[in-house]
């Protein structure tokens, strides 16, 4: 079957790094997408990685490991207006978005 | 670039009547719109995937001829829920996806909040 798996909830400090993890299992494979969600909002795009490697850019960087089934998104710099749900996606072969659960990533002064 | 509008924002309507949520992409062409629902503090939920000029394809358990879904030109996607009840109430997304270009990259309209009394 097709799986997204990522942690329920985070915390990190304000001005620190964090880095979210995803690992996705899909039939066929083309591409991996971060959204940021703030509660009570729709999705907006971050990030969008189809080969392996660091994606930077600004305080976010989004990291692929196609062998191993892998991301991350890494905010740098943390600013309370980042406290959010981070919602990682792979789309499969037939371009079909295979959603994760999200990421609740709450920011302490 | 890659806005996508959505219309009404809110909506608030009695039982069995019918609503009409409008999806469009302001600056690309949308060959394929997707609809989402979303209840509070849960995943989105895919309800349905739209190709211009063509049958919506929609998932399991979510019932077509309840929600009606019109992608009648390139840049606007209707879902209209009928004879909506309490129990659809939600909060409703369309996304966009811009067939151009190599990322398939879906862009999210702004939500509808479904309240049904």
């Known amino acids: 079957g097709q799986n997204i798996d990522q942690p329920t909830e985070m915390t990190a400090t304000e001005g620190a790094i964090v880095q979210i993890n995803c690992t996705y299992q899909?039939?066929?494979?083309?591409?991996l997408f971060w959204y940021q969600q703030h509660a009570g909002e729709a999705p907006t795009f971050l990030s969008y990685?189809?080969l392996d490697g660091l994606e930077e850019k600004g305080r976010f960087s989004s990291f692929l490991s196609r062998s191993k089934g892998y991301s991350y998104l890494l905010l740098k710099e943390l600013q309370m207006k980042d406290s959010a749900s981070y919602l990682c996606?792979?789309?499969?072969?037939?371009?079909?978005?295979?959603w994760g659960a999200g990421t609740k990533l709450i920011i302490k002064p | 670039g890659a806005v996508v509008s959505q219309h009404p924002s809110w909506v608030i309507c009695k039982s069995g009547t019918s609503v009409k949520i409008e999806c469009r992409s302001l600056?690309?062409?949308?060959?394929?719109m997707f609809w989402y629902r979303q209840f509070p503090k849960q995943s989105l939920m895919l309800m349905a995937t739209?190709?211009?000029?063509?049958?919506?394809?929609?998932e399991q358990g979510v019932e077509k001829d309840k929600f009606l879904i019109n992608h009648a030109s390139l840049t606007l996607s209707t879902l209209t829920v009928t004879s909506a009840h309490p129990e659809d109430s939600s909060f409703y997304i369309c996304?966009?996806?811009?067939?151009?270009?190599?990322?398939?990259?879906?862009?999210f309209g702004p939500g509808t909040r479904l309240l049904v009394l």
């Open positions: 990685n189809v």
């Open positions: 996606a792979a789309m499969d072969s037939n371009y079909q978005l295979i």
């Open positions: 996304s966009a996806r811009d067939g151009t270009g190599d990322s398939q990259t879906q862009y």
């Open positions: 739209s190709n211009e000029g063509s049958k919506a394809t929609y």
């Open positions: 899909t039939s066929g494979f083309n591409g």
């Open positions: 600056d690309f062409q949308a060959t394929t």
